[in-house]
């Protein structure tokens, strides 16, 4: 059976839970976002505020530089750990 990548339509996108979280800087979801034609990487977290709100705390970067910026760190860092939120993105 083929397996069909998800298309990311304009002004939509996708979380997920991460089921590799080992550390809490690294997120708790992870997806993508179309917005002027362009892919984003969304990282988020949950958090609570000092009144016991829970709410989430998202990060957005061009997948581009981001598979730029990987590349470049695995070329100059031997022991560079690439988690299945990073490979989700190279793909």
Do not use: H
């Amino acid at each position: 059976m083929k397996e069909t990548k998800f298309e990311t339509k304009e002004l939509s996108g996708q979380l997920a839970k991460s089921s590799v979280k080992t550390k809490d800087a690294q997120p708790d979801m992870f997806g993508e976002c179309k917005i002027n034609g362009t892919i984003y990487r969304i990282a988020g977290w949950t958090k609570e505020s000092q009144r016991g709100n829970k709410y989430l705390s998202l990060a957005f970067q061009d997948v581009e530089k981001y598979k730029a910026e990987m590349q470049e760190k695995a070329k100059t860092d031997e022991n560079v750990e690439i988690t299945n939120s990073d490979v989700d993105f190279l793909s």
